[in-house]
């Protein structure tokens, strides 16, 4: 079975621009999660998604921004990046069956974003 | 609020060392989840174990081994014979109840480097 996917692996944009990364999770996981990791903050939280539908959102502005399709793909945006914008952005996907335990999430490679 | 701290930044051993990674959490929820991640170079998390609070039963994995004591709301995760293949950033993390969603608070990390 293949693994959680993301494109692209690498990015570089300029202060101003926005970006689009996508996130493609194990087949049959429903639940995709994104996070933001930079040597300063750590790993942080970004959102989750569930059927198409944000169940919950980290402490980021609304520069950040993400979607769930039917196909349980995701992508997030981030608009007007700023230079603290830079991070590695992790997805993470989940099986996550009704009435069952937790179950755990698998992470992607993640996309390096620079901002300059 | 929940919190997860690794109080050790880096621990550097040498080969075949008995080396301890330590983790101790914060929650109000009487149900939660803990959970080991190791993140190689390659920049992907990896999943390693689960806990859930209501099971206190240590486990051992192969080398791996995984301390769980609610009463010093610890979770510490022991590795035997390390081995460079080790070498990583461990990562403890801690989720609420399933109802709240799968997000995934995790501590600073802690950068274990084993010499040959």
């Known amino acids: 079975k293949a693994g959680v996917t993301q494109t692209p692996r690498y990015l570089i944009k300029t202060r101003g621009q926005q970006v689009t990364l996508s996130c493609s999770p194990i087949s049959g996981h429903r639940s995709v999660s994104w996070y933001q990791q930079t040597p300063g903050q750590g790993l942080q939280f970004l959102f989750e998604y569930f059927s198409e539908t944000q169940r919950n959102k980290g402490n980021f502005p609304g520069r950040f921004s993400g979607r769930q399709f039917s196909n349980s793909r995701s992508e997030m945006n981030v608009s007007t990046l700023e230079l603290g914008d830079s991070a590695l952005y992790l997805c993470?996907?989940?099986?996550?069956?009704?009435?069952?335990?937790?179950?755990?999430?698998?992470f992607g490679p993640g996309t390096r974003l620079t901002v300059l | 609020a929940q919190k997860v701290t690794q109080a050790q930044t880096e621990i550097s051993v040498v080969e075949k060392e008995d080396v301890t990674l330590d983790c101790v959490y914060e929650?109000?929820?009487?149900?939660?989840?803990l959970f080991w991640y190791k993140q190689p170079p390659s920049g992907e998390l990896v999943f390693l174990i689960r806990r859930n609070s209501f099971d206190e039963q240590n486990e051992i994995s192969g080398r791996y081994s995984w301390n769980f004591q609610k009463s010093t709301s610890s979770f510490n995760f022991t590795i035997t014979a390390s081995q460079v293949v080790d070498s990583a950033v461990y990562f403890c993390?801690?989720?609420?109840?399933?109802?709240?969603?799968?997000?995934?608070?995790f501590g600073q990390g802690t950068e274990l480097s084993v010499k040959p």
């Open positions: 929650t109000r929820d009487t149900t939660y989840y």
């Open positions: 993470a996907s989940s099986l996550d069956l009704a009435g069952g335990l937790y179950n755990e999430q698998f």
């Open positions: 993390a801690l989720s609420g109840p399933r109802n709240q969603g799968g997000k995934l608070i």
